[in-house]
């Protein structure tokens, strides 16, 4: 069935373990997550890599080691957690990406350049605090 709105599992991983951290009290580790969230392992740690890379999280190895976040909770967006695994989120003005259009006005009437600046509007207003609060 196809969906108007989709997220990667990569994308989902990402916020979903964020959130797990967030609400840890130590140091997590990848395993640990993993197995919470019945996710494949190594894909898991890709992605927290990635998160990371981004300064996001600090990863400490060592029997005690894992991940914390790298800033408070409520100083790290949703938008920014998504963006850092799928890139910058691109508000088209076509929603085929076409240049030229056959008609003098969009058929779909900038739904599609709505819909992601409410998308990308809402996950910006939306920190990784107000997730862990949900939970």
Known sequence: MAKLVHFSEAASLALHAMVLIAKSDSHINVNSIAEEMGASRNHLAKVLQQLVKHNYLKSVRGPSGGFILAKPSDEITVLEIYEAIE????????PLDRKVCPFDK??????????????????????????????
């Open 106 to 135: 969009c058929l779909m009437n900038g739904l599609v350049s709505d819909v992601t600046m409410q998308f990308k509007k809402y996950f910006q207003e939306q920190s990784l605090e107000d997730f862990v609060t949900r939970t």
């Open 87 to 94: 890139g910058k989120i691109d508000v088209p003005e076509c």
